[in-house]
């Protein structure tokens, strides 16, 4: 239904398979960074004094790198690969996440269930883990969603660029990327696989 590539194979099937690892590795890149920035935030901002002045400090510094530039510098350290777009995407989503869990966790620590578990002898990790977290995490989980859009435009770009899945793998990147030469000739060849992303895109918006 999608037509096929220059090489005849069914661009519906390799649109799909595009856009499984599009999810996949959002999903698990935006999950492992949001779960470390997470923590860093709520630790930091639990402990305040200078391990928050500390920690922060290096958070800013690193969200001072636009997430591209910084995902372009990881990958050619390590490499082109999908493994490796995962790993910047992961690196990318930590500074984002620790500072809105920061921000949390400074709103709530302060209130009277935090002040009742601590006066019944709640070590710090029960009252963070056990109590804050669950009273804290729902501004988090809509940033994970919306982060997954970041992250799927980062894996779309780095593919373009041809630094993530390699040729014969699939993904909606390198597949507008593969079109480039084929638009006067075969409009669906970018505009199906561009759907696809944008079509997904909005999903995690909405």
Do not use: C
């Amino acid at each position: 239904p999608f037509g096929t590539d220059e090489l005849r194979r069914d661009l519906f099937s390799r649109t799909v398979y595009g856009l499984r690892v599009s999810l996949v590795i959002s999903l698990v890149a935006v999950g492992a960074g949001a779960s470390l920035g997470i923590v860093i935030g709520f630790i930091s901002g639990y402990a305040s004094g200078w391990v928050d002045t500390v920690t922060m400090r290096v958070v800013d510094a690193l969200l001072a790198f636009p997430g591209l530039l910084a995902a372009l510098a990881i990958v050619t350290i390590l490499g082109p690969g999908i493994r490796n777009v995962g790993i910047a995407i992961a690196f990318f989503s930590i500074p984002s996440f620790a500072r809105l869990s920061r921000a949390q966790m400074l709103g709530e620590r302060n209130r009277d269930y935090v002040l009742a578990a601590q006066s019944l002898g709640a070590s710090a990790p029960r009252v963070v883990f056990g109590h804050i977290t669950r009273n804290a995490i729902a501004p988090l989980l809509t940033q994970l969603a919306l982060f997954m859009a970041s992250a799927v435009i980062l894996s779309a770009s780095l593919s373009f660029l041809g630094l993530g899945e390699r040729p014969p793998e699939s993904s909606l990147g390198g597949l507008v990327n593969s079109s480039k030469s084929n638009l006067q000739t075969a409009w669906w060849y970018a505009v199906f696989p561009g759907a696809t992303l944008a079509a997904l895109l909005l999903a995690l918006n909405l």
